[in-house]
């Protein structure tokens, strides 16, 4: 037997954690783990975590403190904590709560109160921070113009220094209105209890003294209906920032089914319509359009045109660099984060961090779904073997090449076919990132095939049609990816993707995570090519959905059959 054989969990000075996935507690380990750290990959069993700073500040700002994570990590450890990982995380935890942001009377200076007075001393005469404090306002505190309230705490942040910002936010401009009173027969429309939840964490309840931060919480547990929520205990002007038009869309008839608010008070502001409203819904792509490189953002001026008391940012995790520098700016407004998974594959979670806030809430997907709250879904990795002459291609071609050969593989076609087969009629989406690829898969299929040039009307017939279930099948871009309202969509068929995305991988899952309304499972495949660099970027795409319990079934052609025949029998 040898020594990996034998451990539950390893916790290296590195601060990395490793976890035998087949330890009989790993599923008690792994939502403790999830507090404090990250996956970061799963070879051969061996789940591998790691804590970082943001990671440790996000739990800090849930309310635990170093104490409480050595004790976790000993309570599980095979062998003892080593003194280094200790001491880091020690050094990490503390950094939060050093720095302490608080309003003045003179609202256009602002007071950073520090802890450590040789630090704060440092970093007046810094070249870089010191141009952001005005004057020294005794041993340990600093004046802020209140302009850089934002900057001050992404700059800190960047050095490993987190702010906690205690200063308070603007109530913007009122807005009356309630949720959805009864109609007829039917009950009041309700938060869930994890839904009120979550709107508790966010403003902080009765006193609403909060007003910063993400709410993560996977496709089709009602983020939006966490927005809606916000937006009814705040009773102010709202901006709502999202990531498509179909998004826009979906957000407009949420709030005017769900809220007492009339038509003439939601605004959509896209290349169609732009209407600027008490609560308007504008996408991010309207917001970062200028017509040319060097030429200002034409929309930002959208952020100014009312006196929100609120903006969302929808899908959080595709925030681009320049919304980001303009929220730097608008600190004093409430700003509500939301998304299914923090992971951002820029590396910018700290921006979203300092600038939204820290995370406030997350549930567990597992556990949702054990709730009944989310469809029961299962994962399969399906290896399509490369035929010899493909193969030859892909042994000579260069990097990114292969990844575009694997993903394209045309034998995939047969796969999927067979597929359809076993799921007969139920409602399929078959997602890709190449379009020649789904061009051809389409027409094999006899599907309608859905991308970003599909007119926006067109769209919304396929999935009226697809949700009425006169067309079960639908060939889509990643266009998909986002926001998209397929409440009946029971399987995916992943073709190709975005090489090692894991955002994407956990966003197209979502598309099945709405359950059903006969209590049946889904079924989510992702078809990778033999022997090939899609094995490894599969790998890494299912980093979140691991971390989050789900499990994926490796099966090889030639067992497509067994397996097929089993979980059609399951649906």
């Known amino acids: 037997m040898t020594v990996l054989s034998i451990f539950e969990m390893v916790v290296q000075q590195d601060l990395t954690v490793l976890v035998h996935d087949s330890s009989s507690r790993y599923t008690e380990i792994r939502p403790k783990l999830q507090r404090f750290a990250t996956l970061i990959k799963h070879p051969a069993g061996i789940h591998t975590f790691k804590m970082t700073p943001l990671t440790l500040w996000n739990a800090a700002a849930a309310g635990m403190c170093a104490?409480?994570?050595?004790?976790?990590?000993?309570?599980?450890?095979?062998?003892?904590?080593?003194?280094?990982?200790k001491q880091e995380i020690a050094l990490w935890m503390g950094r939060y709560g050093l720095f302490i942001l608080v309003g003045e009377d003179n609202a256009e200076a602002l007071r950073l109160?520090?802890?450590?007075?040789?630090?704060?001393t440092r970093f007046i005469h810094d070249s870089e921070i010191g141009t952001l404090f005005s004057g020294t306002l005794g041993a340990c505190a600093v004046s802020v113009p209140a302009k850089f309230r934002g900057r001050i705490k992404k700059e800190l942040a960047r050095i490993g220094y987190p702010v906690i910002?205690?200063?308070?936010?603007?109530?913007?401009?009122?807005?009356?209105?309630?949720?959805?009173?009864?109609?007829?027969?039917?009950?009041?429309?309700?938060?869930?209890?994890?839904?009120?939840?979550?709107?508790?964490?966010?403003?902080?309840?009765?006193?609403?003294?909060?007003?910063?931060?993400?709410?993560v919480l996977p496709c089709g547990a009602g983020k939006t209906v966490v927005g809606i929520g916000t937006m009814a205990q705040l009773q102010s002007e709202t901006l709502i920032l999202t990531s498509n038009t179909t998004s826009v869309k979906q957000w407009k008839r949420e709030i005017l089914e769900k809220t007492t608010l009339a038509d003439n008070k939601v605004g959509e502001y896209t290349g169609q319509s732009k209407e600027v409203r008490p609560i308007t819904i504008a996408t991010y792509q309207m917001m970062t359009y200028r017509h040319a490189e060097n030429e200002e953002f034409v929309h930002m001026r959208l952020f100014h045109e009312r006196n929100w008391g609120?903006?969302?940012?929808?899908?959080?995790?595709?925030?681009?660099?320049?919304?980001?520098?303009?929220?730097?700016?608008?600190?004093?407004?409430?700003?509500?984060?939301?998304?299914?998974?923090?992971?951002?594959?820029?590396?910018?979670?700290?921006?979203?961090?300092?600038?939204?806030?820290?995370?406030?809430?997350?549930?567990?997907w597992r556990q949702l779904e054990e709730a009944g709250w989310i469809a029961k879904v299962s994962c399969a990795e399906l290896l399509v073997p490369m035929s010899a002459p493909l193969n030859e291609r892909y042994i000579r071609a260069e990097s990114r090449e292969k990844a575009r050969l694997a993903g394209e593989n045309i034998d995939k076609l047969r796969v999927i076919?067979?597929?359809?087969?076993?799921?007969?009629?139920?409602?399929?989406?078959?997602?890709?990132?190449?379009?020649?690829?789904?061009?051809?898969?389409?027409?094999?299929?006899?599907?309608?095939?859905?991308?970003?040039?599909?007119?926006?009307?067109?769209?919304?017939?396929?999935?009226?049609?697809?949700?009425?279930?006169?067309?079960?099948?639908?060939?889509?871009?990643?266009?998909?990816?986002?926001?998209?309202?397929?409440?009946?969509?029971?399987?995916?068929?992943?073709?190709?993707?975005?090489?090692?995305?894991?955002?994407?991988?956990?966003?197209?899952?979502?598309?099945?995570?709405?359950?059903?309304?006969?209590?049946?499972?889904?079924?989510?495949?992702?078809?990778?090519?033999?022997?090939?660099?899609?094995?490894?970027?599969?790998?890494?795409r299912q980093l979140f959905l691991i971390e989050q319990g789900y499990q994926y079934d490796i099966v090889k052609e030639e067992q497509l059959h067994e397996y097929g025949t089993a979980a059609c029998a399951d649906s």
């Open 67 to 85: 104490k409480d994570i050595t004790d976790t990590l000993e309570q599980y450890a095979s062998w003892p904590i080593p003194t280094r990982a």
């Open 417 to 540: 076919k067979e597929l359809l087969a076993r799921h007969n009629e139920l409602p399929t989406l078959i997602i890709g990132q190449y379009l020649d690829q789904l061009r051809l898969i389409a027409a094999g299929i006899q599907a309608p095939l859905l991308t970003g040039s599909t007119p926006q009307e067109e769209r919304q017939r396929l999935y009226q049609q697809f949700r009425n279930g006169e067309i079960h099948v639908l060939v889509v871009s990643k266009v998909a990816n986002f926001a998209v309202d397929l409440p009946d969509a029971t399987i995916a068929i992943q073709v190709s993707g975005s090489y090692g995305s894991r955002q994407e991988e956990a966003q197209r899952l979502g598309r099945l995570l709405r359950p059903k309304s006969d209590g049946r499972r889904a079924y989510f495949y992702t078809l990778v090519s033999e022997h090939s660099k899609e094995q490894e970027y599969a790998m890494k």
């Open 113 to 120: 109160n520090c802890s450590d007075q040789n630090l704060l």
């Open 165 to 215: 910002d205690q200063v308070g936010y603007q109530d913007g401009e009122p807005l009356v209105f309630a949720l959805a009173a009864a109609v007829e027969d039917d009950a009041a429309f309700q938060l869930r209890d994890y839904q009120q939840e979550a709107v508790t964490a966010f403003t902080g309840g009765v006193d609403k003294l909060g007003g910063d931060g993400v709410i």
């Open 310 to 364: 609120l903006i969302i940012y929808d899908e959080v995790h595709l925030l681009p660099a320049p919304v980001f520098r303009t929220t730097a700016d608008l600190q004093a407004t409430r700003r509500l984060g939301l998304t299914a998974t923090l992971v951002r594959e820029d590396g910018c979670e700290q921006d979203v961090f300092s600038l939204i806030g820290p995370k406030r809430y997350e549930l567990p």
